[in-house]
């Protein structure tokens, strides 16, 4: 991935081989508490429902109980996914929390793959979403197309957002390497003839012949340049936490830019060398990590982002 070479054309778009596969490497393997807390939580209940929102179906998974009173967390799949393909990161989330997973418009289960797709009306479906269900704010937690459908959720509607996961995202065009942009360009249809990409569209969507659209949507939305302001970014309200591959289809100068822009890089931290507080922002670079790759690692982005959604005040050393 480092020699962004004409490899990346097709790395992007296969996330959902990657979702499905998700082998589990063993430096990112989760707490040794995590397994007998999991075994003793009850089995999470799971609804399905549509909202109908902008001019079309939009579905939506809800695991666990939202009167349980506890900040539910809003999950956003990536392009050409859909929520079923976030379970590696849906299931141990869910022991903790309510979970609300969308299919992104014109994906999964959702309708409107004939309109047009952007992060802004992608944003607006999920705010829309959460005020069907009653839910006044959500933490968030978005992948790719869904991280920065989160960024624009939280600029857009501020007031239903509180902590935000920005998984291999970006807050404009340019955060992504030009090569990884100039292989989505070449992608058709006929790249994805019998992949579960396709198949995984025709079997659930109420359009199974729309994949074509599904196709010409990404690209133009990989095509279309998009920027959040640095004004609008310093806005959100609430804490963030960016995480990124080191070889990822994100630039690593985007991904600290944006995580000083929500708070990040704190002098008095660096210059005491110890935290008294949970920081307003957290960056995580997972090691040998691509923009796919990062999808299997569920373990170590469960292990690091539940403390921060807890709001978990960094632990001092014991020497």
Request: proline share 8%.
């Amino acid at each position: 991935m480092t020699n962004h070479s004409s490899s990346w054309s097709l790395v992007p778009v296969f996330a959902l081989f990657a979702a499905a596969a998700l082998p589990q490497p063993a430096h990112a393997a989760p707490p040794a508490a995590a397994p007998e807390t999991a075994k003793a939580a009850a089995p999470v209940t799971v609804k399905n429902g549509d909202a109908d929102v902008n001019g079309t179906r939009i579905h939506y998974q809800l695991h666990g109980d939202l009167a349980s009173g506890k900040t539910p967390l809003l999950i956003l799949h990536g392009a050409f996914m859909f929520s079923d393909a976030m379970k590696p990161l849906i299931a141990p989330l869910a022991a903790t929390r309510p979970v609300i997973a969308i299919d992104a418009r014109g994906h999964g289960r959702s309708g409107g793959v004939d309109g047009k797709l952007s992060y802004d009306l992608m944003a607006d479906d999920a705010a829309a979403v959460l005020a069907k269900l009653g839910v006044k704010q959500a933490d968030v937690l978005g992948y790719s197309m869904g991280a920065s459908t989160a960024i624009a959720l939280g600029v857009r509607h501020p007031g239903r957002v509180g902590k935000q996961v920005i998984l291999s995202g970006t807050s404009r065009l340019d955060g992504w390497y030009p090569e990884v942009l100039a292989g989505i360009a070449q992608i058709t249809p006929e790249t994805f003839a019998g992949s579960p990409i396709e198949t995984g569209y025709k079997s659930l969507s109420p359009t199974p012949d729309k994949f074509p659209k599904l196709v010409e949507n990404i690209k133009t939305l990989d095509a279309t340049p998009f920027a959040y302001s640095d004004e609008q970014l310093r806005a959100i309200p609430g804490k963030t936490m960016v995480i990124i591959g080191d070889a990822d289809g994100v630039t690593l100068d985007h991904a600290i830019a944006l995580f000083k822009l929500r708070g990040g890089g704190d002098i008095a931290a660096a210059t005491q060398g110890f935290m008294t507080e949970a920081p307003k922002a957290r960056l995580a670079i997972l090691p040998a990590t691509s923009h796919v790759g990062i999808m299997s690692e569920a373990p170590a982005i469960v292990a690091t982002v539940v403390p921060f959604l807890d709001d978990a005040k960094p632990p001092m050393p014991t020497f």
